[in-house]
């Protein structure tokens, strides 16, 4: 049976045409993506990246990817106290040598689009700015740095 246009004109009983539809989901997508910047300013204007820093010691690996992927959301070159600190960028330069890729990835991600050369090499020679767990690659659980010889 071929296709016809019949899906486009079909009118639901209980609501809007399909093409009418489609036109309100676009323009709420576009209302919601205005919504963010006062998001994201009242997420770095009270104290939420705190919070977001603290679970970053954690040994959960499912709580550190979320918060590395908010950090990556909540980026703003207006807020260079939180981003541009050489404690943060060192944070995110060692999570990048965490034996899970999903930790790699969203460091390295981080530390390629928002960090510069300069940045970089200056967070060489600072600690981060919390504690990074040791996590086992295989169970995504914390695990004690070997220091015996």
């Known amino acids: 049976m071929p296709k016809t246009n019949k899906n486009r004109e ?9 093409l009418e539809y489609l036109s309100q989901l676009k323009s709420e997508f576009e209302e919601s993506r ?21 679970n970053l010691s954690t040994p959960r690996i499912g709580i550190t990817i979320n918060s590395l992927c908010a950090f ?9 106290n939180y981003f541009s600190d050489a404690r943060f960028i060192s944070m995110m330069v060692k999570f990048r040598e965490s034996p ?6 969203l460091a390295e991600a981080f530390v390629s689009e928002f960090c510069t050369a300069d940045q970089i090499q200056a967070s060489l020679s600072v600690s981060p700015i919390v504690e990074i767990p040791v996590l086992d690659s295989t169970s995504g659980e914390s695990v004690q740095p070997n220091t015996t010889g």
């Open 10 to 18: 079909r009118k639901s009983k209980k609501g809007p045409d399909r």
């Open 34 to 54: 205005s919504e963010d910047p006062p998001f994201k300013t009242f997420f770095l204007e009270n104290g939420v990246m705190e919070a977001i820093f603290s």
């Open 72 to 80: 990556i959301f909540l980026f703003d070159v207006n807020y260079p």
């Open 100 to 105: 899970l890729v999903q930790i790699r990835n």
